[in-house]
């Protein structure tokens, strides 16, 4: 490919200078300090701003304004002539959260006290805003909406023809690979393509080049992304700028912004940016088993320099899959894990004060054990005692008969919940198990991502109807329609009942048990058999999820709130739903109305069960797009 200003002479420097990447302006200390993944990224958006001048920029995605204002500090202290615009909703997403009107006041104060001499705020979409700019008006576009391929990939297509002949396009969140985020997708496919640069830190910054007459700056930036040694120590003199910011939020905890508004930010991004505070050392060791060694031996100083440096490219998790689902848990805390078998989570030997509760006995889980093939001899002598005896769906009578009402900190669970037949009772039952702010953690497969891939997610009909049929077991149409649209992914040799979101679609095929399946269903029908028959009763996406939590909380059904949803991570998902104060006490479980809420509560509701409902078509329709790479 033959760059537009590929004639240009320009200086290149030698391949250990930094300097001709920095300015004054890049040391600068930003002035606004929300908790955001983009603090890191400041010292580059002042020299960005310093080195391209922009005449136009338009930031899509503002949020609390960490990247915005960033901008508009620079513009001002360099008293540039530049109109800055930005463009949001201001009622959040499935990736920045959910939030209320206090955001965008926050946001809409700052901007009228400092810089609304040349800057504006647009409250609308994306796409609303599209005619308010003319075609090659905008020198630096920021894309950092909705982080889903199509959505990303929709901003940059609608808004290329808006930029100029100097245009600069940035995105945010290009080294995130989690929670079904595209962005890196769509940053590997434009940069093919695009004269460009990536910053790891931060979640990763990524810039283009668009325009023919991008300053020659820029145009050194772009040259060095293919002189790794180069472009190494820009990025690790930017990500050590970037990291001293992070030290100075932690410090002085931001006194500009109120903490309610604050609070709502406190996602998985955050999470992830606020190593200082958050980072686990432990758990990052033990996810990472090959950094451990290499710390023990003194190759690394320590887990977090190694995701600082590396690891944060690498793309490798925080946490192991336990670590994950235990996110929330500590080993001091009293707990119940439901259905551990032959693999615990928070077994007492390793120091947790659990409880395990199963169906059968630990004699009987050992004799299942031996009689399976696939289960090693070590692995059951993992099975450990069994506290509780008695199905999840009667966790809430049983338990609180035995131990008292709200006398536990968590239950979790793996794979469990998608099996109970009445759905809601367990979650109720574990309402009466937990203290207030004590947790639900589970993991939980992604139908997408299972023998479940031609079933469609569970809609809250299906589960009221379980909830006043008193449902003690699957029904046969459940059983039923496991079985006949069951499927396998054929991946080389082997037949996988389980598998990773990206995986080909070519070779996921339902299996031919249609009329094994009827047979059976007529058998059992004609005998009146009451056997018990295992299925998985339900089936989810991870949006799917939410919503049904989100409905039977706004019903007054249950008592708890969606914490966080993470994922998927290879064939499953994982859920912390926090025991919220009781709903009950306003009005009985089930008999809530509209008229015991008050207008925000329910306009609130219906924003966000419309984005859920249209996240989980979204999500329903990624099945068919999967192609190998």
């Known amino acids: 490919m033959i760059l537009p200003w590929s004639n240009r002479k320009v200086r290149t420097g030698e391949d250990d200078d930094a300097f001709g990447f920095l300015s004054e302006a890049s040391t600068w200390v930003p002035d606004w300090l929300p908790v955001s993944a983009w603090i890191e990224h400041a010292p580059f958006a002042f020299w960005l701003i310093d080195t391209l001048k922009p005449g136009v920029l338009v930031e899509l995605g503002t949020h609390m304004g960490c990247s915005f204002f960033s901008f508009c500090q620079a513009i001002a202290q360099l008293k540039l002539p530049t109109r800055a615009y930005a463009v949001d909703t201001w009622k959040g997403d499935e990736h920045s959260g959910f939030y209320g009107k206090e955001v965008f006041q926050a946001v ?75 962005v890196f997708r769509f940053w590997d496919e434009l940069s093919q393509h695009h004269p460009h640069f990536q910053f790891f830190h931060g979640c990763g910054l990524g810039i283009i080049g668009v325009g023919k007459k991008v300053p020659a700056g820029l145009v050194e930036l772009f040259e060095a992304e293919n002189r790794p040694k180069k472009a190494n120590l820009i990025r690790h003199v930017y990500s050590r700028l970037g990291n001293n910011l992070n030290d100075r939020l932690q410090k002085q905890k931001s006194d500009r912004i109120p903490q309610r508004v604050v609070e709502p930010m406190l996602s998985e991004d955050a999470s992830r940016s606020n190593l200082i505070e958050r980072f686990d050392e432990d758990a990052y060791l033990e996810a990472n088993k090959d950094v451990a060694e290499a710390v023990k031996a003194g190759r690394e100083s320590s887990g977090r320099n190694h995701y600082e440096t590396l690891g944060r490219h690498e793309g490798r998790p925080l946490r192991s899959r336990a670590g994950e689902i235990l996110k929330y848990v500590s080993k001091e805390m009293r707990g119940i894990e439901i259905g551990p078998y032959f693999n615990p989570l928070a077994s007492r030997n390793r120091g947790y004060n659990c409880l395990s509760m199963d169906v059968f006995t630990a004699d009987q889980l050992r004799g299942i054990a031996e009689s399976d093939v696939n289960i090693s001899r070590d692995e059951i002598t993992n099975i450990g005692d069994v506290d509780i005896i008695g199905s999840a769906s009667e966790i809430g009578e049983i338990v609180c008969a035995k131990y008292g009402q709200g006398t536990f900190d968590y239950v979790v669970s793996s794979h469990n919940f998608e099996h109970l037949p009445d759905p809601i009772r367990f979650l109720q039952g574990c309402a009466r198990v937990l203290k207030v702010n004590g947790y639900l953690s589970m993991a939980v497969p992604d139908l997408r991502c299972c023998f479940d891939y031609f079933r469609w997610p569970t809609i809250l009909t299906e589960w009221m109807e379980a909830f006043f049929e008193h449902r003690a077991k699957p029904t046969l149409s459940q059983v039923f329609t496991q079985n006949a649209f069951h499927c396998r992914a054929h991946i080389g040799s082997d037949n996988k009942h389980s598998f990773n979101l990206d995986t080909d679609r070519a070779v996921i095929e339902p299996q031919r048990t249609l009329l094994e399946a009827y047979r059976q269903w007529k058998s059992h029908q004609q005998t009146s058999n009451e056997a018990y028959q295992d299925a998985h009763c339900s089936t989810f996406t991870p ?7 989100l409905e039977l909380q706004f019903l007054g059904l249950i008592e708890f709130t969606c914490e966080e949803v993470r994922g998927p991570v290879g064939n499953e998902f994982y859920v912390h739903l926090r025991r919220s104060q009781s709903i009950s006490a306003r009005n009985d479980p089930g008999n809530n109305s509209e008229r015991d809420l008050s207008a925000n509560d329910i306009e609130g509701f219906y924003e966000q069960r419309t984005l859920l409902l249209r996240r989980v078509i979204e999500e329903v329709a990624l099945k068919s797009s999967h192609r190998n790479q």
């Open 108 to 182: 809409h104060e700052h901007n009228a006290r400092r810089y609304s001499g040349f800057s504006q705020l647009l409250r609308s979409s994306f796409d609303e805003a599209l005619p308010y700019f003319e075609d090659g008006s905008v020198d630096l576009l920021h894309i950092d909406g909705r982080h889903f391929y199509e959505d990303v990939k929709h901003d940059f297509d609608s808004w290329y023809p808006k930029s100029s002949e100097r245009g600069v396009i940035v995105f945010h969140d290009t080294n995130v690979r989690e929670r079904s985020f595209g």
């Open 543 to 549: 949006a799917s999820f939410q919503l049904l939590i």
